[in-house]
């Protein structure tokens, strides 16, 4: 069964970091690419980040270029976000991913980050 847990959110100032991580579990986590998606409030599921499964290709959104890192641990079966100069529009749910429009069994329970002064 695949499991992802997310961990790392939070209330931050604006121009503020985070890192949220993600534990991956119930598959082969080094074969398989990995999203990060986010949903705001009263808004649908957006793509944020993507890295396949070596680590070796990366995209982002162009909402989050220049100021979101994706990464992961394959050794550890762990998904990272570097996220910096947050803005209050990153406001949202946070959510580790198999797809980039995950249904519920393909993604985390999510780590809600509040970007606000």
């Known amino acids: 069964e695949v499991r992802l847990v997310e961990s790392g959110g939070g209330l931050v100032q604006p121009g503020g970091s985070l890192r949220l991580s993600c534990a991956a579990s119930g598959f082969n986590f080094d074969v398989d690419e990995m999203y990060w998606v986010r949903q705001a409030p009263g808004k649908g599921v957006e793509w944020v980040a993507r890295?396949?499964?070596?680590?070796?290709?990366?995209s982002y959104a162009d909402f989050v270029k220049g100021r979101f890192a994706i990464s992961r641990d394959n050794a550890k079966n762990m998904l990272y976000l570097q996220m910096n100069s947050l803005k209050p529009e990153d406001t949202a749910v946070y959510y580790c991913?198999?797809?980039?429009?995950?249904?519920?069994?393909?993604r985390g329970q999510g780590t809600q980050v509040t970007v606000s002064s």
């Open positions: 890295m396949n499964a070596k680590g070796s290709a990366k």
């Open positions: 991913a198999l797809r980039a429009t995950p249904n519920s069994s393909q």
